[in-house]
């Protein structure tokens, strides 16, 4: 992670999430991940609704994300999803996330997200920018 403190989601984990030996399916993972991006978004005053109903507006995607299973999770189990943004560039961010059961890591992700207008790279706006790397808009 970084030099920041992570913003933090707790998750419990429900029977939905699991496979039929109880623990959590490969895939359920990437939800939890993307709520953890999301929330910190919405945790910097980030919107993604307004930004995507604004003209010439933005959204994210991902464009690469690598992740490591370290360790399984099950049902009812409480997790944390740990989201720090790690770089701001241009039209790109990376964002590394973790996944924790108390203090046990269960996953990392490395997340890199393309910033698209009309579905093509765009700028990220400077004050969004400033807002993703902690610092006052």
């Known amino acids: 992670m970084q030099d920041r403190e992570p913003h933090r989601l707790a998750v419990r984990v429900y029977y939905e999430d699991t496979d039929f030996s109880g623990v959590v399916y490969h895939a359920n993972y990437l939800r939890f991940l993307e709520r953890g991006r999301t929330e910190l978004l919405r945790n910097t005053g980030v919107d993604q609704s307004i930004l ?5 507006g933005i959204i994210f995607a991902v464009r690469r994300m690598a992740i490591e299973y370290l360790r399984p999770a099950r049902m009812d189990d409480l997790l ?5 943004t790690s770089e701001v560039r241009g ?3 990376r964002m590394s996330q973790r996944i924790l059961r108390g203090d ?3 996953l990392t992700a ?6 698209l207008a009309g ?3 765009s700028r990220l706006p ?3 920018r400033r807002l993703l790397q902690g610092e006052a808009a």
């Open 91 to 93: 039209a790109s961010l």
């Open 110 to 115: 490395e997340v890199h997200v393309a910033v």
């Open 119 to 121: 579905g093509r790279p």
């Open 52 to 56: 995507h109903a604004e003209p010439g």
């Open 126 to 128: 400077d004050d969004l």
């Open 104 to 106: 046990e890591i269960l």
């Open 80 to 84: 944390t999803v740990e989201t720090a």
